[in-house]
């Protein structure tokens, strides 16, 4: 009886487990994961990062090869690429009312919309 009990208490802290696993956090872009809860039906959002970042102005130098890798230009258009990629991220979070944002291929068995071209739309 013994053997059964612990083996059920095994398989149930396994299915507990694996329910809480549709999230990759190396792959969440805006949010926390901590104030993330399903239960609550928290939105999520999903990015590919790369047509955003390749949508910003300030990326082009570097896109095109103007920018050598490592000098101070290439540094700063780093920079600014960023931080707009960060704000137009945080201007769809909020108008969606997203709690994370999480890059493509990042969440499963979850509902998510895919707001890459929000984000773009969004780019100053």
Excluded: W
Excluded at 17 to 28: A, E, F, G, N, V
Aim: aromatic share 12%; glycine share 6%; hydrophobic share 30%.
């Amino acid at each position: 009886m013994s053997y059964k009990y612990n083996t059920m208490k095994l398989l149930v802290a396994f299915i507990l487990i694996l329910s809480l696993s549709y999230i990759d956090q190396t792959q969440i872009r805006y949010g926390d994961y901590k104030n993330f809860d399903a239960e609550k039906n928290h939105k999520v959002g999903t990015i590919e990062s790369k047509q955003v970042y390749y949508k910003i102005p300030a990326y082009e130098g570097i896109k095109t090869g103007e920018y050598e890798k490592g000098t101070a230009k290439y540094t700063q258009a780093l920079k600014e690429t960023t931080m707009e990629y960060r704000r137009v991220m945080r201007v769809t979070a909020k108008k969606q009312d997203l709690k994370l944002i999480v890059e493509m291929g990042g969440i499963s068995d979850y509902p998510s919309k895919d707001i890459t071209e929000n984000c773009i739309s969004h780019i100053n």
